[in-house]
């Protein structure tokens, strides 16, 4: 590894802003950690990432991420009482009318809640030398002259000099007025208006209460459905039951949550709610739209900034993909800081192209697909209506074809690249196994 400098700051210690810290702190004396939250020392919510309290998933690509960035993670997690279950054989998938076979195929999944994965990373992070987490320390701008960011000013009016900022501020981050302030051209910012909600409960989890898996997905089948429902075991023996819907269609209080519910097709998860003792309020999230912010088309960037995690790119949740991509983003930053050995524009051309390709396929996937609703708006991408519809006989498929099913989950978890789902053996595989399926 190199020694790129002496002091970087991080605003935001949410998963970019952790995963960052930790690539950072191999290569700079000293990395600053600010986040204008209290931090807690247990896992329970906090008001700077509200989407906290929410089912999250980590896909496969992800794990392997975090686990090269703290080596020993999941199993820290499932020592604090994630479960860890096999994806194709204990997560009950509901889909184009039928309940999805289970086939054994060894991917894992581990579903610790948002809260107890970051406060897990964060204590990992506070241990690092060099590496302070401060919290209560909200940014209010950059520092910086001549092309360079040098650093960042605190609400409180105190500055901090750094050789590198990483701005990991999320969904909600002001840094493209940061950015103007000091003269900086805003990169384009893309929107896929989804209109998507979430509302989640927290059940009592007890053996039996889903007799023939550990999790469940509901997805809906496009225009015609737009609902959608999730139950993940969690921490503390606890159901997350997270009920959604595209397009308006999400349960807004107790009253829509139970009857969402109960209108889902997927008796095992109509059988939890009626059964299992809820231990919390319903929650709710409203997601207004995926956005991503196109820093790899600019052609003058400051240097010393650079983005990741939300800040780059928000998705609609549903794909499960922003903290997976946050993670590979900071593997990715860790890579080109040792290659380049110094902050130059270079670095910072060189990593957007890199998020930028990381974040491809999952912009796809969830831009993509949102647009199989007519009322989602925004740029469509070419082919879209022929990339969905063979997307459909993918899944289709993936219902009765366990090969199909264990390519299709791995690309999902963005373990494998698309194109071999493009290979025209796959796609004959594909379109025989879809007239199968039913529905
Ligand atoms: C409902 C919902 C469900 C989701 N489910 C999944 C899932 O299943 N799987 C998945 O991978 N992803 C999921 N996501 C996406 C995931 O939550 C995000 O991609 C991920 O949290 C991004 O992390 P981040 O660190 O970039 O941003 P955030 O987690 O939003 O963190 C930003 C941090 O910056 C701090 N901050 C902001 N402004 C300032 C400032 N001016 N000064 C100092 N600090 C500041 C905030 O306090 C916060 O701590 C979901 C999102 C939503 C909305």
Redesign the pocket.
């Known amino acids: 590894m190199t020694r790129i400098g002496s002091a970087a700051v991080v605003?935001?210690?949410?998963?970019?802003?952790l995963t960052a810290a930790r690539t950072l702190a191999d290569r700079f004396d000293r990395v600053v950690v600010?986040?204008?939250?209290r931090l807690p020392d247990d896992p329970v919510p906090?008001?700077?990432?509200p989407?906290?309290e929410?089912?999250?998933?980590?896909?496969l690509a992800?794990q392997r991420a975090l686990e090269e960035l703290f080596p020993g993670l999941l199993d820290e997690l499932t020592a604090a009482g994630a479960a860890r279950f096999d994806m194709g054989m204990d997560l009950s998938i509901y889909r184009f009318g039928a309940v999805w076979s289970r086939i054994p195929t060894a991917q894992w999944l581990v579903t610790p809640s948002?809260a107890l994965l970051e406060t897990t990373v964060r204590q990992r992070v506070r241990k690092l030398p060099g590496v302070e987490v401060r919290e209560d320390?909200?940014?209010?701008g950059l520092i910086g002259a001549a092309g360079r960011i040098t650093g960042v000013r605190l609400a409180d009016g105190d500055t901090i000099g750094a050789d590198l900022v990483v701005d990991?501020?999320?969904?909600?981050?002001?840094s493209n007025r940061w950015l103007a302030e000091l003269g900086f051209p805003a990169p384009r910012v893309a929107e896929v208006t989804v209109n998507l909600g979430?509302a989640t409960r927290l059940y009592r989890r007890t053996p039996g209460d889903l007799p023939d898996a550990q999790a469940v997905l509901v997805l809906p089948d496009p225009p015609r459905e737009t609902r959608t429902g999730g139950v993940l075991p969690i921490e503390g023996d606890q159901w997350m039951v997270t009920l959604g819907g595209w397009h308006d269609g999400f349960p807004r209080d107790l009253e829509s949550f139970e009857r969402h519910g109960r209108e889902l097709p997927h008796p095992g998860l109509v059988r939890l709610l009626e059964r299992a003792e809820p231990v919390s309020d319903v929650v709710v999230?409203q997601?207004p739209a995926s956005r991503r912010r196109h820093f790899e088309e600019l052609r003058e960037r400051p240097v010393g900034y650079l983005a990741?995690?939300?800040?780059i790119c928000?998705?609609n949740?549903i794909y499960?993909?922003?903290?997976?991509?946050?993670s590979m983003e900071a593997v990715a930053l860790g890579e080109l800081l040792d290659r380049h050995g110094r902050i130059t524009d270079a670095l910072s051309a060189d990593y957007y192209r890199r998020a930028a390709a990381i974040l491809a396929t999952p912009w796809q996937f969830a831009a993509g697909a949102d647009f199989a609703y007519p009322q989602t708006k925004g740029v469509r991408p070419r082919g879209i209506r022929l990339l969905n519809a063979y997307s459909r006989r993918i899944q289709r498929a993936s219902i009765v074809d366990p090969q199909v099913r264990e390519v299709f989950m791995s690309v999902q978890h963005l373990v494998l690249d698309p194109a071999v789902l493009r290979r025209p053996s796959m796609v004959l595989k594909v379109l025989r196994a879809a007239r199968r399926a039913p529905g």
Request: aromatic share 8%.
């Open positions: 605003v935001g210690a949410g998963i970019a802003g600010l986040d204008r939250d906090r008001r700077g990432v989407q906290g929410h089912g999250h998933v980590l896909l992800g948002r320390s909200a940014v209010s990991c501020t999320g969904r909600g981050g002001r979430y999230y997601f990741l995690g939300d800040a928000s998705f949740p499960g993909q922003g903290m997976t991509c946050a």
